[in-house]
């Protein structure tokens, strides 16, 4: 018995949970295989990939024409939504493994400490807003 409508499949694991762009009609899933997915939702099948420098452990975000999502690489992407390619990005020093969220236009994660052991050194929140 089969208890979904399709599946995909990705390079690696896959532990972010899904953000779904309904006017789009396109789910984004992220994968330890470094790369953000863009799916049909109604078929499964892959509209576009974007490749990070680390595996992604965060759930993306959709607002407007922009996906976000964090990677262990140490930055944020924003990523254009319908073709997948990047429009900006913000590097830091520690992971980004939080879902980003939007607020009246400002955009609020947080940022796992550099050092995975503990260290001396503290991971942060961000909140952005346009540059002027």
């Known amino acids: 018995m089969r208890y979904w409508d399709w ?3 990705t390079g690696d694991l896959s532990m972010t949970g899904p953000a779904i762009d309904a006017e789009r009609d396109v789910v984004y ?3 330890h295989d470094d790369h953000l997915y863009a799916l049909d939702a109604s078929t499964g099948e892959m509209e576009w990939r974007f490749r990070t420098g680390r595996p992604l452990t965060g759930c993306a ?3 407007g024409d922009r996906v976000l999502t964090g990677s262990k ?3 944020l992407y924003a990523l254009d939504a319908d073709s997948g390619n990047e429009v900006w990005r ?3 020093d520690g992971w980004i493994t939080s879902a980003p969220r939007v607020v009246d236009g400002e955009i609020y994660y947080a940022e796992r400490a550099p050092d995975p052991n503990g260290g001396d050194v503290d991971g942060g929140g961000y909140k952005l807003v346009a540059a002027e």
Request: proline fraction near 0%.
């Open 7 to 9: 599946r995909f499949e």
């Open 29 to 31: 899933m992220g994968s």
């Open 90 to 92: 913000v590097e830091h």
């Open 61 to 63: 975000t959709t607002t």
């Open 73 to 75: 690489d140490g930055t």
